[in-house]
Nanobody, 118 residues
């Protein structure tokens, strides 16, 4: 049984910060590429950032310098530190795990709402 459980979402004012967590179970966590996606109202789901088993990261341009992804393999958890939040960051944020480069397995969390209000 594979589970990805996000937490840490909520309501924050522009310029504020949030830290999202994704706790994984049922997989050999250290072997997986982890990612954070988001989906805003009326828009397609987009990849915000990924982090490989080797620690390589890739960020979408709109969050570079503001968001930081990290992983703690001992805790089977990936984090997303979000600073200098903007209203445009409002979305449901989803945790993802995949077995890159095999692309045979792909798992998703249930999502957590992030709302940046003025």
């Amino acid at each position: 049984q594979v589970q990805l459980v996000e937490s840490g979402g909520g309501l924050v004012q522009p310029g504020g910060s949030l830290r999202l967590s994704c706790a994984a179970s049922g997989i050999t966590f250290r072997l997986y590429t982890m990612g954070w996606y988001r989906q805003a109202p009326g828009k397609q789901r987009e990849l915000v950032v990924s982090i490989t088993d080797g620690g390589r990261t890739n960020y979408v341009d709109s969050v570079k310098g503001r968001f930081t992804v990290s992983r703690d393999n001992a805790k089977n958890t990936v984090y997303l530190q979000m600073n200098s939040l903007k209203p445009e960051d409002t979305a449901v944020y989803y945790c993802n795990a995949n077995d890159y480069p095999l692309f045979k397995l792909n798992y998703w969390g249930q999502g957590t709402q992030v709302t940046v209000s003025s």
